[in-house]
């Protein structure tokens, strides 16, 4: 298979999904088809956000970029949903970083037998595992403690194809048995979160490059613009 796709490729495949997700959700909320389109933007946002971490020069600027924008777009967000207790995707991709980062500092602090450090690393990773999974029936996060588990599956299975995409899977397939749960209803409209493994597709193509443009702080500045931008739409609507 030609793989034809590199980072900014995906990225604006994942955009594009994105803006016709929300463009359902804010603006047309009848128009499933719309939901389901959007389906793939997710899994690809998930996996690019996976492979920034590896390529990254600086974690620090990369988690210190993730919060700011995660913050900014939180004011759009807070507007749409009219909540404090729900928060964005990058919260979720931010939390998945933290998480990947304390894993692998525990395993490095295990190797150099600093056993405090490990404790250390280990206890934090084990309070925020723990909240993520109190918090995950009151879908405070988007997409819950499945959204962490995606990045990571895209980050620590990124040599072995086969069992990144079977774990992926699986991943969106509770992620759509939870929502079914949840509304305790079995309708198009409560499983078309299945849908997400249509990602697969894209992201079978990806070339490991990351094309020759850097379009990096667009697609920051591209989520909480189009939010604000589709909210405004939708009150004057």
Request: glycine share 4%; net charge positive.
């Amino acid at each position: 298979m030609k793989k034809l796709l590199n980072n900014n490729a995906l990225k604006i495949i994942a955009v594009i999904s994105m803006f016709v997700d929300h463009l359902g959700f804010i603006i047309f909320p009848n128009a499933i088809f719309l939901r389901v389109i959007g389906r793939v933007a997710f899994p690809i946002f998930a996996f690019c956000v996976a492979e920034g971490l590896h390529y990254t020069k600086s974690r620090k600027k990369y988690v210190l970029t993730l919060l700011l924008f995660a913050l900014i777009s939180q004011i759009p967000y807070y507007f749409i949903f009219n909540t404090f207790f729900k928060f964005n995707v990058l919260f979720t991709f931010l939390i998945a970083i933290i998480v990947i980062i304390l894993i692998e500092q525990y395993s490095k602090s295990l190797k150099d037998s600093k056993t405090f450090i490990s404790i250390g690393y280990l206890l934090v990773l084990l309070i925020i595992l723990f909240g993520l999974v109190i918090i995950t029936p009151f879908r405070m996060l988007e997409y819950d403690i499945f959204g962490v588990a995606t990045v990571m599956i895209f980050y620590f299975l990124r040599e072995k194809p086969l069992w990144k995409y079977l774990l992926f899977a699986l991943t969106m397939i509770l992620l759509t048995l939870f929502g079914v749960y949840l509304s305790n209803e079995f309708t198009f409209a409560t499983t078309y979160q299945f849908f997400s493994i249509l990602a697969i597709i894209p992201l079978l193509l990806y070339n490991s490059s990351r094309g020759k443009l850097n379009l990096k702080y667009f697609f920051y500045i591209f989520y909480p613009t189009h939010l604000m931008l589709l909210w405004l739409i939708g009150r004057f609507l």
